[in-house]
């Protein structure tokens, strides 16, 4: 078991980047940019990049719910119906992004997985093999305190003690200093509140996510406001949101240290080049990053496609509404798109409705943990917000009234994107014909 879990999570992720066939994709001319935590990729290789035959090339990133053997199968999935979509003077090349991300085995990707197919039944809270093993090479120099983490997981003790000293661990592996984050006004929340709270109010959004939480495998159901038993739950979504805390980060890094430069790079030996961006969750996040290193003036990015982005829908807005004076993080840079910016939402995204705003929300936020704070909203939950004149449509009219020729515009995909299992719900629910057609419509290919 163990050797097959290291197969598919192992060095996988590491730095450099490949070109070739693309083993387990099978569009052609496919290329692999493989990016590790800093952003760092092979030079070489971007060499054999620059020399794709293509006038259009396709660069999508995966999200943050992917080992590298479920990272191919999406790219091979989503890819496969674009030949045929595209007019016929348009010779596609395709680029998987892979970047160093986790994969939980109690989150089912629908058409990969079915709900527990991975997780083994009647783990509960506690973290199934696959997970662990993830986790030790997510964080490989803390051993020490995941060991801690799972035992107390597997044990989920009655006590507050217990709980305390959780919430100190998995502060420790999301490398946040007790004393910094208790005054950091950056830190969300969810890192610096009482973690009994923070555990509660998990436990509660799981179950408002639609999840089973049995208390033993024998059991149909649980209470929710019980004994403290039952706030482990809770506790391994604390885990949870600590990776995403990490990744989060990570994918500004890739995209605007990575992906950017290798993109500005290729754009100045093939100014024809038209490159079409695509990510998913928080490799939406990656590429839509990756802007801030395209130089003002090329023209080369022709469209930016985000499904389920698992960033602020405030990124693209020059004033917050609840800060006037401060713009979103990508203030701006929907100009260094030509063509639209096509942000994918759904009503069924559990991960960007429920868990996003709890993870973003900031200290000294004057709202409860559950209460719903738009400040703290995700794009891909109700697409760009405070950017005037983005149009909102449905992919329908998406589809078959075109897209804005520039800016950005809001596209809910909730008629496809909605099936999925708790904790989740739909975000993973990407690999459709239609928002391949609706790729090919923002970027200008179709017949």
């Not at 708790?422 to 928002?435: K, M, Q, R, V």
Request: aromatic share 8%; with cysteine.
């Amino acid at each position: 078991m163990e050797g097959d879990v290291m197969a598919d999570i192992g060095t996988g992720f590491g730095s450099g980047v490949g070109v070739g066939a693309g083993v387990g994709v099978g569009v052609a001319p496919y290329a692999e940019l493989v990016f590790d935590a800093d952003g760092d990729a092979d030079r070489g290789a971007q060499e054999a990049l620059s020399r794709v035959e293509a006038t259009d090339l396709l660069v999508f990133a995966h999200g943050w719910n992917t080992d590298r053997s479920t990272a191919t199968r999406l790219f091979d999935r989503f890819f496969a119906p674009f030949p045929g979509l595209v007019g016929s003077g348009v010779r596609l090349g395709y680029v998987g992004v892979v970047w160093p991300s986790i994969r939980f085995s109690d989150e089912p990707i629908p058409d990969f997985d079915s709900p527990g197919a991975l997780a083994e039944p009647g783990h509960g809270p506690a973290l199934d093999p696959r997970t662990r093993q993830a986790l030790a090479v997510f964080w490989p120099h803390r051993r020490a305190e995941l060991d801690r983490v799972a035992e107390l997981l597997e044990e989920r003790p009655d006590s507050v003690a217990a709980f305390t000293e959780f919430g100190a661990l998995v502060r420790e592996l999301a490398g946040l200093d007790a004393v910094a984050t208790a005054v950091d006004p950056t830190v969300p929340m969810i890192f610096t509140a009482d973690v009994l709270e923070v555990c509660r109010a998990l436990t509660d959004a799981l179950a408002e996510a639609g999840a089973a939480l049995p208390e033993s495998p024998a059991a149909a159901g649980f209470s929710v406001g019980g004994g403290l038993r039952t706030l482990w739950h809770g506790a391994k979504e604390l885990l949870r949101q600590a990776t995403y805390y990490e990744m989060k980060a990570r994918a500004g890094v890739v995209g605007e240290r990575g992906l950017g430069p290798v993109l500005a790079e290729l754009s100045g030996r093939r100014p024809a080049l038209r490159i079409h961006l695509i990510g998913h969750s928080f490799g939406a996040r990656v590429v839509s990053f990756s802007l801030r290193a395209v130089p003002d003036g090329t023209r080369n990015v022709k469209s930016l496609t985000l499904l389920q982005g698992a960033f602020s829908h405030y990124a693209f807005a020059d004033s917050l509404p609840h800060a006037r004076g401060s713009g979103g993080a990508l203030r701006g840079l929907a100009a260094r798109v030509d063509g639209p910016v096509a942000a994918c939402h759904s009503p069924y995204d559990s991960a960007l409705k429920v868990f996003y705003p709890l993870a973003s929300r900031m200290a000294g936020d004057s709202a409860g943990l559950l209460g719903f704070d738009e400040r703290w909203g995700a794009i891909g939950h109700d697409g760009v917000q405070a950017v005037p004149g983005a149009p909102r449509l449905t992919l329908d009219t998406a589809l078959h009234g075109g897209l804005p020729a520039a800016g950005c515009v809001s596209v809910d995909a909730g008629s496809v994107v909605r099936r999925g299992g708790a904790p989740s719900g739909a975000h993973s629910d990407i690999c459709h014909e239609e928002l391949a057609r609706l790729v090919v419509a923002a970027g200008r290919m179709g017949r």
